[in-house]
């Protein structure tokens, strides 16, 4: 088990190696200079700016100074923001993307949960049918899709909710984190009801049927924590598809959070903030598959002995 | 002897995406008290399905009863609700599985599983239900169970897991223990000590047994009666004696000759040529004729009732009809017969003496 | 067991010889794999209708953009944002030319005089959107497509090369994609979209540069599963070459998993694609894609909410239809969800 972790930790910093030193190259090769918004200004005043910023310097003399910045947890300072540093961007705007992704996660995934509880449970009913048809809305409407109907029709049509913003209290993180939900909602209604269907299929189930208990037991007592211990294992997509949802959603509703900030910034060119956030974004998933595995060997007697599943 | 289970004409069908499966085709017998039953056959023959559906355990989306009854305590167990059916199961008749790694719940400690059916069919405290389920577990080998009740299946070996789902079995002491194959998953050492902990039991406890096996071998050891089965149906039924050294079917016969003998000077092993017939068209003479040497032309028609050999002993082949034609069993069969008094093979002088 | 023995003609008990192939031949009515899985294909009555919209969505998308004799990209500021209207339909007081103005509803079409029918309406420079609309989904059907040829042709030939050959060959390729599997897909995407020229190449290159790990993983766990199973191992034994183990022993076998899991890669490159295009950095105007047309609608959407409306209905068919089918060919060919 520690050889284990220990070598997915080795994983983990060569693979963020490799995305911020890909990140950083690919971002040299960008049409457009990081200060081409800045047009007003005159050679002279570009020249200064460029020092300011450290662009002046051969690239690998740049490469250099900026992965030993990142070492340190310097992420740089934003060229469109003018001269605040990307850390402090990130952070001025990680609660709202941090509410809507919590919200979204605990939501969807309790209706997801019960949906396939019920789908497994009455297996080719018209409960079935109807939670998993549900599911495969989920899973196939984009969230962008979802996102522009829910604000159209309940918020500029019906006015039950703002339309965007975040200056309404917790009614302006309702729209955006439904929209949100829907991704964990399908993975783990889907996920539950199959992993229902196969565990109550199982030996051990017949054997607790035959030792006399009764529907509810059996999938309750029996079942349900043997079906849910795997769901851990799509944390990981459904994470990846929370931060995709973010950027689209985030920018939809006009939500001051990460996502908006990393589509603004691409809009402008902004070296130092798109290089900042994929890293932090790149961060955020692998660290969450990692717990994901960690947790899953941890978690199931099955595999806690053996040593992980890889 | 008392009867403390009838079976009686038996017929079951699966609906499947390809039609209608007729597994069990007509299955009669009677269990006694404290006897211990074997329904041997090879695998696709109906033992599991047969004894799965007296606890009910089959899909009831996909599985349907088209005739017959199973007498139980004067219920019939094909018509009780499913709710009198969960007071039954653990408690009166209770089932040990083929595979003792996949029949234990790997969530839960081997405690909580054997307790389950003395809280649900006794009215006991847990702290009474934890004694009796150590009981068990000393009972049933398994050394040191003050400590280990409180562990995971997986840290149990397949024989010591096999041993628990057979102290959990016999928690409620049932009156019909339903064996599926208990030894089959196992190593040979291990499956002998499992046979021996059962033999074991059913001596301390007056439970009447069915013994579900593909493997002869093992019958001789632990049975009083055995079923054979083919085809969803039972073909001959008699005494441990009877089947063993006066055996009527071709189908024993070849499942016989099939078994590994120790004699060392036996020819090469035997192998029934064909495979099971195919339970979505069931042949509609004898199941087994299409692959046997002893066929008769009525085979082909007419699927044969059970003739009487003894009061105890009986076959399901045309061959014990009057009118049929004497046939020679093959060689290591008649072997067998000559030590059995009353077949026709039996020589008083020689045999036993 | 009481039954009385009655007495039968003596003939019907002679003796009969039985041919035993003869019993086995009658005993295995078995069907082949591919019957089987088609048998239960049939049955999927989701995924049938699915094939059917498919279908009938892909013929849209070629024939569409010819269909009422509007150009998609020809400008008409006078036409501009006409409300749908369609012949037929409109008597049902849908689709009927009106729209609002100003807050009022009114005949746009009789108010500008235009006496042509724009069945789905038009766009702020009086473009058609029938025809738009269906050059769009033409478009982000062929990236689908391309990008998920793609992913099966590197996907299979990676997975495929690491798993047959095994030993170092596969030890040196599986570091490699252990390392590519933690990169986020969508970062990959994003980076890589912005680097290069933009259009249907940029896009297509984006969604395939990690997107075969999948497939090849997929493959290559088959092909591990199979190449030690006796049939193979009697071609080698036999001095069958490699390429021929492969293409006739193996792929045969890998096939079903392949067909399943591109099925589920078309839909995926359909999302990247739109998503790339909603968010503004995928295809760029005038080109149409649905991801175009719907970032389009998006910004008129309070006062023309049909531009919104149809692309968003048909990326959500499309992907609905595309989920059904790969989940129906997966119950069908998955021998282990047998009933
Ligand atoms: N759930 C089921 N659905 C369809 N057919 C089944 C099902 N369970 C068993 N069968 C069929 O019933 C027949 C008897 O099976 P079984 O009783 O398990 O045989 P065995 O004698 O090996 O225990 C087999 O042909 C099997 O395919
Ligand atoms: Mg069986």
């Known amino acids: 088990m520690v050889k284990y972790v220990g070598k997915r930790i080795i994983y983990m910093f060569i693979t963020m190696f490799l995305i911020a030193t890909a990140t950083f190259f690919l971002m040299q090769t960008l049409p457009g200079s990081p200060i081409s918004s800045y047009n007003k200004l005159n050679d002279n005043q570009k020249a200064i700016v460029e020092k300011k910023y450290g662009i002046d310097k051969p690239k690998p003399v740049q490469y250099a100074i900026y992965m030993k910045n990142l070492a340190k947890g310097d992420l740089g300072t934003s060229f469109a923001f003018k001269g605040k540093s990307v850390n402090d961007l990130l952070a001025s705007r990680i609660k709202p993307s941090f509410i809507l992704g919590a919200q979204a996660m605990v939501f969807g995934t309790i209706i997801g949960i019960l949906l396939g509880m019920i789908a497994a449970l009455k297996q080719n009913t018209f409960w079935d049918y109807g939670s998993t048809f549900f599911a495969i809305l989920g899973i196939s409407i984009p969230s962008f899709v979802f996102a522009t109907l829910l604000q159209y029709f309940v918020a500029s049509q019906w006015h039950l909710l703002p339309v965007g913003l975040w200056n309404d209290g917790w009614k302006s993180s309702i729209l955006p984190s439904i929209a949100l939900a829907m991704g964990p909602l399908a993975l783990s209604a889907r996920f539950i009801r199959t992993e229902m269907i196969e565990v109550m299929g199982s030996d051990y189930i017949t054997l607790a049927k035959a030792k006399g208990a009764n529907g509810f037991e059996i999938a309750f007592k029996h079942a349900f924590r043997n079906a849910l211990i795997p769901l851990i294992t799509v944390l990981g997509p459904v994470a990846a598809g929370l931060v995709t949802g973010s950027l689209v959603v985030e920018q939809i509703f006009a939500i001051p959070g990460i996502g908006e900030q990393f589509v603004s910034s691409i809009m402008v060119n902004d070296f130092a903030t798109i290089m900042g956030t994929t890293l932090f974004f790149s961060a955020f998933l692998i660290v969450v598959i990692f717990i994901v595995d960690i947790l899953y060997g941890v978690i199931d007697p099955r595999i806690r002995l053996s040593g992980g599943k890889a | ?353 | 067991m009481k039954k009385d023995i009655e007495k039968l003609p003596q003939d019907q008990f002679e003796r009969i010889e039985i041919d035993s192939s003869h019993a086995e031949r009658i005993e295995k009515p078995s069907l082949s794999f591919w019957q089987d899985a088609w048998l239960r294909l049939r049955k999927n009555k989701a995924a049938i209708v699915s094939m059917v919209v498919l279908v009938l969505l892909v013929i849209m998308a070629l024939v569409g953009p010819h269909l009422n004799g509007h150009d998609g990209a020809a400008q008409n500021l006078r036409h501009a944002n006409l409300p749908p209207k369609m012949p037929g339909i409109e008597k049902l007081g849908i689709m009927d030319g009106v729209g609002n103005l100003s807050g009022e509803k009114v005949d746009l079409y009789a108010m500008k005089k235009v006496d042509e029918y724009y069945w789905f309406g038009t766009d702020g420079l009086g473009r058609d959107l029938f025809t738009r609309l269906w050059e769009g989904t033409q478009i982000s059907l062929l990236i689908a497509f391309v990008a998920a040829l793609i992913d099966l042709v590197i996907g299979v030939l990676y997975g495929g090369i690491s798993g047959y050959f095994g030993g170092r060959t596969d030890d040196v390729m599986q570091r490699i994609v252990e390392i590519l599997i933690g990169i986020p897909t969508l970062i990959v995407v994003i980076l890589m979209i912005m680097v290069m020229e933009p259009g249907i190449g940029a896009i297509i290159i984006a969604i395939s540069i990690t997107g075969w790990i999948g497939m090849s993983r997929i493959v290559r766990a088959q092909i591990l599963k199979y190449k030690n199973q006796e049939f193979v191992l009697a071609a080698r034994t036999l001095g069958t070459n490699d390429s021929r183990i492969i293409g006739k022993h193996l792929m045969p076998n890998v096939l079903g998993i392949i067909v399943i899991n591109t099925m589920f890669t078309i839909p995926n490159a359909i999302f990247f694609e739109a998503f790339l295009s909603f968010i503004g950095i995928g295809l760029q105007p005038p080109a149409a894609s649905l991801g175009t047309l719907i970032n389009d609608g998006f910004k008129v959407m309070e006062f023309q909410p049909y531009v919104l409306l149809f692309p968003c209905i048909v990326i959500s068919v499309l992907m609905i239809a595309f989920n059904l089918i790969g989940d129906g060919l997966r119950d069908a060919l998955d021998p282990k969800m047998k009933d």
């Open chain 2, 1 to 353: 002897m008392s009867k403390i289970l009838q079976v009686k004409d038996l017929e079951l069908s699966f609906h499947t995406f390809a039609g209608e499966v007729k597994a069990i085709r007509g299955v009669n017998f009677d269990l006694n008290k404290g006897e211990t039953l074997a329904i041997v056959g090879e695998s696709g023959s109906g033992k599991s399905v047969t004894t799965k559906s007296i606890m009910r355990l089959l899909p009831e989306s996909s599985s349907e009863f088209k005739n017959g009854e199973i007498l139980f305590d004067g219920k019939d167990l094909t018509k009780l609700p499913e709710r009198e059916m969960q007071k039954i199961r653990g408690k009166d008749i209770s089932m040990i599985f083929q595979d003792p790694m996949t029949s234990l719940n790997p969530t839960m400690t081997i405690g909580k599983q054997i307790m389950e059916p003395i809280l649900k069919h006794q009215k006991v405290s847990k702290a009474k239900a934890r004694k009796v389920a150590i009981e068990l577990l000393n009972m049933v080998g398994i050394p040191n169970a003050e400590n280990r009740y409180k562990m995971y299946p997986h840290q149990f070996s397949g024989g010591q897991r096999q041993r628990i789902v057979i102290a959990t079995a016999l928690a409620c002491n049932p009156q019909i223990l339903i064996a599926d194959e208990p030894t089959t998953a196992l190593d040979v050492t291990i499956q002998a000590q499992i046979l021996e902990l059962m033999k074991d039991i059913q001596k301390k406890i007056d439970t009447s047994i069915i013994f579900i096996t593909h493997d002869l071998g093992v019958v001789a050891n632990v049975a009083d009666r055995v079923a054979v089965m083919y085809g969803g149906m039972i073909v001959e039924i008699g005494t441990v004696d009877e089947i063993f050294y006066n055996p009527q079917h071709p189908y024993t016969w070849g499942l016989l000759s099939s078994m590994p003998s120790m004699d060392v000077n036996e020819e090469k092993l035997y192998a029934i040529p064909g495979t099971p017939p195919d339970l979505l068209n069931p042949p509609k003479g004898d199941a087994f004729a299409l692959r046997s040497e002893y066929a008769l032309k009525i085979d082909m028609e007419q699927p044969p009732p059970f003739f009487r050999v003894s009061d105890t002993h009986y076959a399901a082949t045309w061959l014990l009809h009057p009118q049929a034609p004497q046939v020679e069993p093959p060689s290591g069969i008649i072997e067998r017969m000559r030590t059995f008094p009353g077949s026709r093979y039996y020589e008083a002088t020689g045999g036993r003496a």
